[in-house]
């Protein structure tokens, strides 16, 4: 006679529910989100990302599309005057206003959600840009990590940030104020 512990059928039935899930095939909402990885190219990359910027953000698009180049760590040091983005403290992107160029950091892999999101990120730039007056470069870079955020959290998945640093850049209060 064969006998089953309370813990065997609780793993017997977790394993039919992945199994379950696994050949479920995917609803349209969800094939929605993860199509940016079917891009073929990083032109079409970028049009799956203006499209959930448009649906997702009020900004306008930019009737210019962006100039995108990657660089590595030291040549993304030596540019100055334009915002960038990054997860865990290290700066994995940045946007020109000026020449309407993104840099995205070696290595970058587009099937990779979170550097996708980098780009996504500069691309919210690119959008401000257009959209006009900002009292300091930093005050743009609160919408640009919290929309960044958003299509993270869509896919499950955290943005490793520092929001007070965030905070700080985006009220563009004067460094190293010092009362007399």
Not at 34 to 40: G, N, T, V
Not at 107 to 116: E, L, T
Not at 156 to 176: F, H, K, M, Q, T
Request: glycine share 6%; charged share 20%; hydrophobic share 40%.
């Amino acid at each position: 006679m064969l006998s089953f512990s309370r813990t065997s059928l609780r793993l017997a039935r977790k394993m039919v529910v992945c199994v379950l899930i696994a050949v479920t095939p995917l609803t349209t909402e969800a094939e929605g989100l993860l199509a940016w990885r079917d891009a073929r190219s990083m032109t079409q990359l970028v049009a799956h990302l203006d499209h959930w910027l448009d649906a997702n953000t009020s900004l306008a698009r930019n009737a210019n599309a962006p100039q995108i180049s990657w660089i590595d760590r030291h040549s993304l040091a030596l540019l100055s005057g334009s915002q960038h983005a990054g997860y865990g403290g290290n700066p994995r992107g940045r946007y020109d206003p000026d020449s309407a160029a993104i840099y995205l950091v070696r290595p970058w892999d587009r099937r990779d959600p979170r550097d996708v999101s980098v780009l996504l990120h500069e691309m919210i730039h690119h959008r401000q840009a257009v959209a006009g007056y900002f009292y300091c470069p930093g005050a743009q870079e609160l919408p640009a990590y919290r929309t960044q955020q958003k299509w993270l959290a869509e896919l499950g998945l955290e943005l490793d940030v520092n929001w007070i640093a965030v905070v700080l850049e985006s009220g563009c209060s004067p460094r190293d104020f010092h009362p007399d």
